[in-house]
Structure formats: structure tokens, C-alpha cells
């Protein structure tokens, strides 16, 4: 399976020799040698998936429920094997990964009632102001579209994609992260076994270069979906728009957390470390950038450091771990040069600051704090994505709110305050996608993901999700016809 590329319903042999070397991040030891497939590669997936749309984009929406469901149940059946997969490959602890796949389950079962619901809103009547005339509504498939998948939530970023696209009516190809691909590629086995018609899901792994941008500049590909970095996103964009692609894009983040002066110290310690620790901060939602209410701000910053200093790292299997190690070499050189960045920047470092010594291998790094963090430093305005928390104080609402909001991104943010009324008058002035109040970051299938300015265009999850891989067609005819 890691030797080939999984293109009209079968394993098939890339013409490439290039191979990926796919790392164990806690151990620094090779899983796997996937194959990085090329642009003829690509090529032939989408041909597949071309192919394929004839005859998948006009199936009912309960017949598609019906493969979504089969795929919801496989993914089940097998989800002790693959979260432990996800955690070799991606490093997060395993009660992490066990959660991704419940993630991945409850997305697949809940764009086959989409599917199902969307048979009742086709043909739907037009109220018309003008006489003489009738319309109707047809929500119809977008076609073949491309969606690429980051390395941070293996097989949940996949199936907010996949399944809204195939519940749609669309047929894919899909590119995994270069980084975990392994979880991705056990996708086409479980396609396999539940008999998905040949062609309606392919999946191609390679490098951004070459089948990233095979991908996105195919003239026969009618959408892309990119989650990732900006860098990466702007060239995605790019490359759409010389042919002017339906595009979603859901990029980074640096999220706010408030913290007003009501708050449970002990409460909002708890929900401040997972926003910013949880998956080791490699989370495009993290929220980095925290605002505490200045007559409080010492002694939560006490219980912080106290908290911080006490999370227990190590290997996915560990006992009790808390943190896992970045998911890349790569990932742990740019999380370190922030940090060196901010002393360079004379930042006052609270807590952390370096790659955890008690490890011999793997790419483990200290949750780190800085503290009075200036609002022009690059770790308080640029996305690090990696266990660094930037501290601010503020003086009043109208202050938490102004600053909050002054940042490139908008992708989500957290609010705590035993106050629901200024909560959710607090919630309301936040330019993110996505608030949180008194709680860790839940995403349910049912709400929207994705954000505002710079971290991306369109939404996934919930109807918006399903809507993205939609097009809208109306038949417009005089009464007399």
C-alpha cells in the first residue's frame, strides 16, 4: 500500500522511485517509506475521479448516505487500530487521537443524513415577484475537487472534507500531508471494503511541489479545499485563480483568550492550558495570545507557571501524558526559532523556553509562557504553532475586546467570565469564526469551522460545510409552458 497510489478503487503502481520517509516523532525512528507520487499520477486520479462523477453525481443523496454510514461504521470498527496509528505517526497523546477518530466517525455520520435531507430540497419553489413565471431551485454537485489535508489532525481534517464532498455528490482526490499520510492512506482500504464505486474518492501522497501543484493547476479539477499555512494557501489561491477554481481555504490563526476579572482562577487555569497545549499547541485555533484582567492577571500567572511546569510529557503510550512531542523536525526548528526570538526581542520569559531535556529522542519542546508581551512582537502576531502562550493584561472590556481584535487572523477565540450576559456581549464584538465560553475548544459537526481576515475563505462543517461542494442551478419558465 505505501508503494502506490489509490486511484479507481484499487492500489496502483506510481511510476516515481522517490519515496517519503514518514518519522515516529517521539522516537525519531522511520514507520514507513510512502511512495511521492507525480504530476502524471495526479493526472491519472483525476481522471479516475472524472470518470467516476458521471455516474456518482447522479445518485440520490440516500444512496450516498448509504456509503457515508458504511464508512462511519468501518472507521468505527477499526478505531482502536487507527488511533494508535494516528499517534505513531502524528505524536499526540493517544486519548487525543481516540477523540479524532469519534471526530472523524460523528462527521461521517452526519453528512449522511445531509445527503439524505438534501433529495427533499431539490425541485424546491421559487416565491417570484414578478407573474407570468415559475422557478425552481437545484443544489446540484460542484464536480471533481481536490482537497488537501494538514499534518496536525490526521483523518479529522480528511473526513470534514471528504464526507461533506461525497455527500454532495462529488467525487476527490485527496492529498495527505507529506508528515502522516499513514491514516489518510487506510482510507482507501476502508473505501475498498465497503465497495465505494471505483474512482468516487482517490487518494495521491507527494509533496506540495509536485502534486499539490498538480492538483491545483489541473484544468479538469472544478474545486479545491486547502487547510494549512498561509504561505502555503496563498499559492493555492494563485494557482486557482488562473482558471478560476471554487476555492475553500482554512489557514492560520492566533487566537485570543479573555480572561476577565470574575473568573475561577482554578477553571479558567484548566481551560487556558488546553487551548494552548492540547495536540502541543499545533492547532490553527490555539489560543496563544491570552488577555487577563489585570487585577487578576498575578495570581492566575502563578497558577499557570505552577500548571505548566507540572504537565507530563512523552511518547503517545505513556501513562497519563499530557503533551506530546511537534509532529516534525521541521516544526520543532520553527517553534525554537520563536522562542530564541523572543528572547532576542528581550521578552520575559515566564516559564519553559527549550527542548525538553529528559528526552533522548524525539522532538519534545517545554510549554513555554512569556509574559507583558509586547503587541508588536512576533510571537504575539505571528502563528507559532507550537506550545507557546504570549500574556497580556488588560484594564477594561472595552481594552480585552480592541485588543483581541487586533490581529491578521480571526479563526476562533475564548471567553471566561461567570457574567453570561458580558459573555456573550463580549462574543458578539470578536472577529473570529468561532467562540468559546467558559469551555475547551468542542467542535461538533452541527456548528461552522473557519474564520475571518486572513484565516481563510468559506466554511466547513455543519450545512456550510455541505454547501461548499454545492452548486446552485434554477429553472426559471413562463406558467404558460
Not at 470518470?51 to 456518482?56: T, Y
Not at 431539490?122 to 417570484?128: F, G, K, T
Request: charged share 20%; glycine share 10%; hydrophobic share 45%.
Amino acid at each position: 500500500m505505501y508503494s502506490k497510489a489509490f486511484i479507481g478503487g484499487a492500489w496502483v503502481d506510481s511510476g516515481s522511485e522517490q519515496r517519503l520517509q514518514v518519522i515516529n516523532p517521539s522516537t525519531e525512528e522511520t514507520l514507513a517509506n510512502v511512495v511521492a507520487c507525480t504530476a502524471e499520477d495526479v493526472d491519472h486520479a483525476v481522471q479516475a475521479a472524472k470518470a467516476a462523477f458521471a455516474g456518482w453525481g447522479r445518485t440520490s443523496g440516500a444512496e450516498r448516505a448509504q456509503y457515508l454510514r458504511a464508512i462511519a461504521r468501518e472507521i468505527e470498527a477499526r478505531a482502536a487500530e487507527l488511533a494508535a496509528l494516528s499517534s505513531r505517526n502524528n505524536g499526540k497523546p493517544l486519548a487525543e487521537a481516540q477523540l479524532d477518530i469519534a471526530d472523524a466517525v460523528a462527521t461521517w455520520d452526519y453528512y449522511a443524513g445531509l445527503a439524505e435531507q438534501l433529495d427533499g430540497r431539490q425541485n424546491a419553489d421559487v416565491a417570484l415577484g414578478m407573474p407570468g413565471f415559475s422557478a425552481r431551485t437545484r443544489l446540484e454537485p460542484a464536480g471533481v475537487v481536490g482537497l488537501i489535508v494538514p499534518w496536525n489532525f490526521p483523518f479529522v481534517t480528511t473526513a470534514w472534507k471528504v464526507a461533506p464532498a461525497l455527500a454532495a455528490g462529488c467525487t476527490a482526490v485527496l492529498k495527505p500531508s507529506e508528515v502522516t499520510p499513514l491514516i489518510e492512506l487506510e482510507l482507501g482500504n476502508i473505501a475498498q471494503k465497503v465497495g465505494l464505486p471505483a474512482g468516487v474518492l482517490n487518494i495521491v501522497c507527494g509533496t506540495g511541489q509536485e502534486v499539490g501543484s498538480a492538483l491545483t493547476g489541473h484544468p479538469d479539477i472544478d474545486k479545491i479545499s486547502f487547510t494549512g499555512s498561509n504561505r502555503v494557501g496563498e499559492i493555492v489561491m494563485q494557482s486557482a485563480a488562473k482558471q478560476v477554481k471554487g476555492l475553500s481555504l482554512e489557514l492560520g490563526g492566533k487566537s485570543p483568550m479573555l480572561v476577565f476579572e470574575d473568573a475561577d482562577l482554578d477553571q479558567a487555569c484548566d481551560w487556558i492550558l488546553g487551548g494552548i497545549f492540547y495536540n502541543a499547541g499545533q492547532m490553527c485555533s490555539a489560543t496563544s495570545r491570552l488577555l487577563v484582567h489585570e487585577r487578576i492577571a498575578d495570581a492566575l500567572i502563578e497558577r499557570l507557571k505552577s500548571a505548566a511546569e507540572s504537565l507530563k510529557l512523552g511518547d503517545a503510550f505513556t501513562p497519563g501524558v499530557q503533551m506530546g512531542p511537534l509532529t516534525s523536525r521541521a516544526q520543532l526548528d520553527t517553534v525554537l526559532g520563536y522562542i530564541e526570538r523572543g528572547r532576542t526581542e528581550g521578552l520575559t520569559l515566564l516559564t519553559g523556553g527549550q527542548r525538553a531535556e529528559q528526552f533522548e529522542t524525539g522532538y519534545f519542546v517545554e510549554p513555554t509562557i512569556f509574559i507583558d508581551v509586547p503587541t508588536d512582537s512576533a510571537l504575539w502576531r505571528e502563528e507559532i504553532f507550537g506550545p507557546v502562550l504570549c500574556v497580556r493584561t488588560f484594564a477594561s472590556e472595552a481594552d480585552a475586546i480592541a485588543q483581541a481584535n487586533d490581529s491578521d487572523f480571526g479563526l476562533a477565540a475564548g471567553i471566561i467570565s461567570r457574567d453570561p450576559n458580558r459573555s456573550q456581549r463580549v462574543a458578539e464584538q470578536l472577529r473570529a469564526g468561532h467562540i468559546w465560553i467558559n469551555s475547551l475548544q468542542v467542535v461538533c459537526p452541527e456548528t461552522s469551522w473557519g474564520g475571518f481576515k486572513r484565516s481563510g475563505i468559506g466554511r466547513e462543517l455543519g450545512p456550510w460545510g455541505l454547501s461548499a461542494y454545492l452548486e446552485v442551478k434554477h429553472i426559471t419558465r413562463p406558467l404558460t409552458a
